[in-house]
């Protein structure tokens, strides 16, 4: 069975500091993963895939398959990056995610 | 485009009655799939839609059915409701021309069951 496990529900930092959300996941085989964010008041929407490799609004997430990770990462948290991460996994052809339960972020000025 | 809208905003029902939640996908998506987000956790996928089929269902029970319409829109419809469905449904359009894999997601639909 496919998993994803955030194990921080919440993760507090001030204006500045390197930011990194943890991700595990549990997959036989070849998973896509992504990165999920909700800001306040907003709806839920995609921040990056790792197929993509790119970096958006300064995150990066790169995929560990022998620690079947995938942490995203910021070097200097901003205060509008307070939200909602979610991790999520989908097999391959599947696109349907399984989402983990997220972590709340807040950036304090 | 409005993106994915979904209606209502907020509903209250009694255990044992029957909802219906709508939703229409971004303008040029064909695909629609369902999430219950309960309180603190994560979207669980409930089923997707694709040329009006049910194309894959997550683990929940018969009493949750959809439907997609010709236009692409979409209704879920919970039967015998009960406390533990209280949550918020999202609903979520892709296009499958596009690969599919980005999905696009709506406000959701706040359902609380007394």
Redesign the interface.
Known sequence: AQR?TQPE?LLSVFKGAPVELKCNYSYSGSP?LFWYVQYSRQ????LL?HISRESIKGFTADLNKGETSFHLKKPFAQEEDSAMY?C?L?GPG?????????TSLIVHP | DAGVTQSPTHLIKTRGQQVTLRCSPKSGHDTVSWYQQALGQGPQFIFQYYEEEERQRGNFPDRFSGHQFPNYSSELNVNALLLGDSALYLCASSDSGAGGNEQFFGPGTRLTVL
């Open positions: 994803v529900k896509e709806r839920l929407q995609l895939r979610y999520a989908s599947s696109y349907i995610p399984t989402f983990g339960r997220g």
